[in-house]
Nanobody, 115 residues
Framework: QVQLVESGGGLVQPGGSLRLSCAAS????????MAWYRQAPGKQRELVAS???????NYADSVKGRFTISRDNAKNTVYLQMNSLKPEDTAVYYC?????????WGQGTQVTVSS
């Protein structure tokens, strides 16, 4: 039974920070490239950041310099450190494998950036 569970979202003010976690069960993430995605109201789901098994990272231009993706294979967990948050970062954030067939999408975690 494969499951990806996102957590760490919440309501923050512009300029604030959040750290999102993606915990996996039923599958080892160690050999998978992983990614964070987000979906804002009225928009399609978009790729935010990815990290390969070799720790190569890539970011959407909109978050480059503000977000950092990382992984802890021992904990079977992927993280997204989000700094200098902007209202346009408001979305539901999801994690999944970055390549190949995606696993079933989890519930995601809501990030709301507002004054």
């Amino acid at each position: 039974q494969v499951q990806l569970v996102e957590s760490g979202g919440g309501l923050v003010q512009p300029g604030g920070s959040l750290r999102l976690s993606c915990a996996a069960s039923g599958i080892s993430l160690s050999r998978n490239a992983m990614a964070w995605y987000r979906q804002a109201p009225g928009k399609q789901r978009e790729l935010v950041a990815s990290i390969t098994a070799g720790l190569r990272t890539n970011y959407a231009d909109s978050v480059k310099g503000r977000f950092t993706i990382s992984r802890d294979n021992a904990k079977n967990t992927v993280y997204l450190q989000m700094n200098s948050l902007k209202p346009e970062d408001t979305a539901v954030y999801y994690c999944n494998v970055a390549f190949g067939e995606r696993l079933s999408w989890g519930q995601g975690t809501q990030v709301t950036v507002s004054s």
